[in-house]
């Protein structure tokens, strides 16, 4: 059967994450986490005081941008793979509210993006990849095969990240989380590089009324007429 390359494309907290890997885990392919490797950006300019409060100091984020190598491994207790940042794991680093917050701003620099979609297209050379983000059917991935765009109402997605925070164990806020997800999208849609857009050739899933297995399903589906193609 012939290998493809998926692209899966939409807003914060729609799921993408969790649809990508189960797929990826499922058909044998290799997941990759494109947001993961913005937060991983995010967390390097938090830890190296790259912020200073709300601002960015763009210009040694620009020097030191090809010091910073990502990659992911799996983890066998969960089947997942972890984000790592120049070698270390910082899988549930990425994941808080203090990246979360500050991951928009990081992530509508045209030099990050242009270096994330170098590393994002090495890694893809071979097909057999699932990746999930805000531009790879159209930026990084402009040719994949299988193109899914995934939104959800604002309200569903907070709901969904409230509750996986509380599953962790870690404080969270629903009206902050709400609000978060509210900025997220207007940033994404309305950065200058890479915008947040459906793909002329994705198909749209709207995942507000579905199940995680219902959303797999419907994957399932789609990737299964690709690849009969």
């Known amino acids: 059967m012939k290998k493809i390359t998926i692209a899966i494309d939409g807003f914060s907290s729609c799921g993408k994450s969790t649809m990508a890997k189960d797929l990826a885990r499922e058909v044998g392919y290799i997941y990759i986490d494109s947001g993961?490797?913005?937060?991983?950006?995010?967390?390097?300019?938090?830890?190296?005081?790259?912020?200073q409060g709300d601002d960015i100091d763009t210009e040694r984020l620009r020097?030191?941008?090809?010091?910073?190598?990502?990659?992911?491994?799996?983890?066998p207790e969960t089947g997942r793979p972890d984000t790592y940042l120049n070698g270390v794991n910082v899988e549930n680093k990425i994941r808080s509210m203090g990246v979360s917050s500050r991951?928009?701003?990081i992530?509508?620099?045209g030099f990050v993006r242009k270096a994330m979609v170098a590393q994002q297209q090495?890694?893809?050379n071979s097909k057999g990849i699932v990746m999930d983000g805000r531009d790879i059917g159209t930026t990084v991935f402009p040719d994949a095969e299988l193109?899914?765009?995934v939104t959800a109402t604002p309200e569903i997605r907070a709901q969904r990240r409230y509750d996986?925070?509380?599953?962790k164990g870690q404080e969270a806020s629903f009206d902050e989380i709400l609000e978060n997800v509210k900025q997220r999208d207007y940033i994404d849609q309305n950065r200058e590089v890479s915008p947040l857009r459906k793909a002329d050739d994705a198909l749209l899933l709207d995942n507000t009324d579905?199940?995680?297995?219902?959303?797999?399903?419907w994957l399932k589906e789609q990737f299964n007429k690709t690849v009969k193609r």
Do not use: C, W
């Open 107 to 109: 992530a509508t620099l």
């Open 122 to 124: 090495a890694m893809g």
């Open 103 to 105: 991951v928009s701003p």
């Open 164 to 167: 996986e925070l509380k599953a």
């Open 36 to 51: 993961a490797m913005y937060r991983a950006v995010t967390l390097y300019s938090i830890e190296n005081g790259i912020f």
């Open 147 to 149: 193109k899914i765009f």
């Open 210 to 217: 579905m199940t995680i297995p219902q959303q797999k399903e």
């Open 63 to 75: 020097k030191e941008i090809d010091d910073i190598h990502i990659s992911f491994q799996l983890n």
